[in-house]
């Protein structure tokens, strides 16, 4: 998708992001239609460098496009002890409690925050109660979904995953309004605020449609940085007893343990470090490296 955006030219590589407004916390900025990661990047360093001096660093950017994993730029903080907090809205994907048609993306909210010994709580999620691959996923296998994922072009909850693509949408985290799905409806309200109406970028239904390339993206995105030495010293170590409270609470029943967030990540990657590598389907890597081909690239070392 970024490859193919860049060669139509809905995407820009000749540019740089540039900071409009400033304020000694705060920056406004313009990301120029760059990639996402390029805006995400430089607005997080931005973030970070005046919470180092304010004690606190809020950015917003318009002019933006798909940045990836949201929670990669709240973890930036963590290298300088700071907390870091990630937004962004994204292509209308998800239907408000009591309508009908998608106006809001999935809009994830990130929170890391730094505990001892290189230890963090990681939190990086949507406010849809499943990503729409993962709906499509289930169209693929012929399955239903689960309760709460999605609704029908009615409006009504479904199981039906083709119903949910064909003019239906996601639900909010938590389901039909009986489940407290108004709540995901909020924090998706919430994360449009910081993003899209307080960066002055597009938002909501205004947003293209995703994987559409018909026009610019012009997403907003908001990247917070904060100093816990701002507030009352030993937030690492009370951070650390937190979770060390609840990884030590007793497993229910037909469970091994108890996590917290960024716990499921970090076991996922030390399985990648005790394998040597990521395991990837011979059909994406040979896809991966016939574009490493084409962008003139390093391919992956081998596919098998």
């Known amino acids: ?17 540039i900071i409009l407004t400033e304020f000694a916390a705060t920056a406004h900025v313009n990301g120029n239609n760059l990639l996402g990661p390029v805006v995400g990047n430089f607005s997080m360093e ?41 937004f962004t809205n994204t292509s209308p994907l998800q239907v408000p ?5 998608c106006v809001l993306g ?56 083709k119903a949910v693509l064909d003019g239906g949408g996601l639900m909010p985290l938590g389901g039909s309004e009986k489940s407290s799905g108004y709540k995901g409806y909020g924090l998706a309200m919430l994360v449009e605020i910081f993003c899209g ?15 559409a390339t018909g026009g610019v993206a012009n997403l907003g995105q908001c990247f917070i940085a ?11 170590e009370r951070m650390q007893d937190m979770m060390n409270i609840c990884r030590n609470l007793s497993p229910a029943e037909g469970e091994s343990e108890v996590l917290v967030a960024g716990d499921p990540e970090r076991i996922h990657m030390q399985q990648v470090d005790t394998e040597g590598g990521i395991r990837y389907h011979k059909n994406l890597g040979e896809f991966m490296n016939k574009l490493a081909q084409e962008l003139g690239v390093e391919p992956l070392k081998s596919v098998s």
């Open 106 to 161: 999935t809009n994830p909210i990130t929170l890391a925050a730094p505990a001892t010994g290189g230890d963090s709580f990681v939190l990086d999620m949507a406010t849809s109660t499943a990503a729409v691959g993962k709906v499509e996923f289930h169209d693929r296998k012929d399955i239903s979904i689960p309760n709460g994922w999605g609704s029908d072009s009615r409006g009504i909850e479904t199981n039906d995953p």
């Open 197 to 211: 109406l307080l960066a002055g970028s597009k938002y909501g239904p205004n947003i293209r449609k995703w994987r």
């Open 97 to 101: 409690t009591r309508a009908r048609e």
């Open 46 to 86: 931005l973030a970070i460098q005046k919470a180092k001096q304010s004690g606190v660093g809020w950015v917003v950017a318009k002019g933006s496009n798909h940045y990836g994993i949201a929670g990669w730029y709240s973890m930036q903080a963590l290298q300088h002890g700071l907390m870091g907090m990630s």
């Open 1 to 17: 998708m970024y490859v193919n955006d860049i060669k139509s030219g809905t995407t820009v590589s000749d540019k740089e992001p």
């Open 226 to 236: 904060i100093n816990p030495e701002a507030f009352a010293p030993g937030f690492a």
